[in-house]
């Protein structure tokens, strides 16, 4: 079970979000043809130091960087290096800080310049099948009903979704309890209660929904060489519905200061 | 960041004594499994789809936690 968060620590899980989605938001700009994925991380690194955060990634589990970033067939984990994007690449960034000992998780699939019709559509279905996801997440409902909802989505356009890895609880630590896959049955595994904070994280692919992770221990890529996209968020469940955590005070709340 | 799956689907290859199985992961990947005695996995059978909960970072053992709907 996951533990529930109290106002004041979902006030700090916000302020980790927020810093994560305005890098990702200055990432998506930088993205562009020549830029090597070395150079990306760099910047990564130095927004989230400068917003007095810390990269929740580097080091992680021996991860080598701050950013995860994954281009065209690669699904997730891909580690930044001497890879300069070039036009018509889609580009995953991934990015997680911690702010004052609580995580903000959040990731998002670009296009470099001009991409095809195929991988636009692609990242339009991916991010919408992320809003499938978060719009069930309220009180009484249960994990599953996340993955029916994204697996319904993409399959519903002829995609298919990633099995062996999974969303996440989050809060003081990166990965909390309990695990949010992007597929399965509704009605299944454990109920939604408010104060739970869950990073939603569906990986969809063109093709196959097999994966396999390159020797260097991290980068997934599709078996098929399929594109595969990801976009991922930082949610709170409230009483009222979900909570993106990068997004403004939700249902009237106003900061605790103010309070 | 994702994280790596603990939960995942297999198929049954053989039922061995002491509710143990024998199962394939999706991954082609074999291991022995034991069966929580809830009725539902009461009678589980070589074809069988279930559902196995790896033990966390060991992937090499598991337990069955449900059949596959």
């Known amino acids: 079970m996951s533990v ?5 620590e979902l006030e700090k899980m916000h302020r980790a979000c927020r810093i994560v989605v305005d890098t990702l938001d200055v990432l998506a700009e930088a993205a562009q043809p020549g830029v090597t ?3 990306l991380d760099r910047i990564a690194h130095e927004r989230i130091q400068k917003a007095g955060a810390r990269p929740a990634f580097l080091k992680y589990r021996g991860y080598p960087a701050t950013l995860c970033i994954s281009v065209n067939d690669e699904v997730v984990h891909g580690i930044p290096g ?3 994007l070039r036009e ?3 580009v995953g960034l991934d990015l997680g800080c911690v ?6 998780d959040a990731a998002r699939t670009v296009g470099v310049g001009e991409v095809s019709e195929q991988a636009d559509r692609l990242l339009k279905v991916t991010a919408e099948c992320l809003h499938a996801g978060i719009a069930v997440c309220r009180p009484g409902s249960r994990i599953g009903d996340i993955g029916y909802a994204i697996q319904q989505h993409a399959e519903g356009h002829g995609y298919s979704v990633v099995r062996e890895f999974v969303g996440h609880g989050i809060g003081t630590s990166l990965h909390e309890e309990p695990q949010v896959p992007n597929y399965g049955p509704p009605g299944r595994r454990e109920r ?3 104060g739970m904070c869950l990073a939603i994280e569906p990986m969809v692919n063109v093709g196959r929904p097999e994966v396999r992770v390159l020797e260097d221990g991290w980068t997934a890529v599709t078996v098929d060489h399929s594109l595969s996209a990801h976009f991922e968020l930082s949610i709170a469940v409230m009483p009222e519905g979900p909570w993106v955590l990068s997004e403004p005070y939700p249902y009237g709340r106003q900061p605790e200061s103010h309070a | 960041m994702p994280e790596e799956a603990i939960v995942v689907n297999a198929r049954v290859i053989a039922g061995l004594p002491n509710a143990l199985y024998r199962v394939e992961l999706e991954d082609g ?3 022995q499994v034991t069966a929580h ?3 539902e996995l009461l009678r589980i059978l070589p074809g069988d789809g279930v559902v196995v909960e790896l033990m966390s970072r060991d992937t090499t053992r598991g337990r069955i936690v449900g059949k596959r709907d």
């Open chain 2, 29 to 31: 990947s074999r291991l």
């Open chain 1, 192 to 194: 939604l209660v408010a």
């Open chain 1, 88 to 90: 018509g690449d889609i």
């Open chain 1, 4 to 8: 529930q968060k109290s106002w004041p």
């Open chain 2, 37 to 39: 005695a809830t009725a």
């Open chain 1, 37 to 39: 994925t070395k150079e």
């Open chain 1, 82 to 84: 001497r890879r300069s």
């Open chain 1, 99 to 104: 702010v004052d000992g609580f995580y903000g």
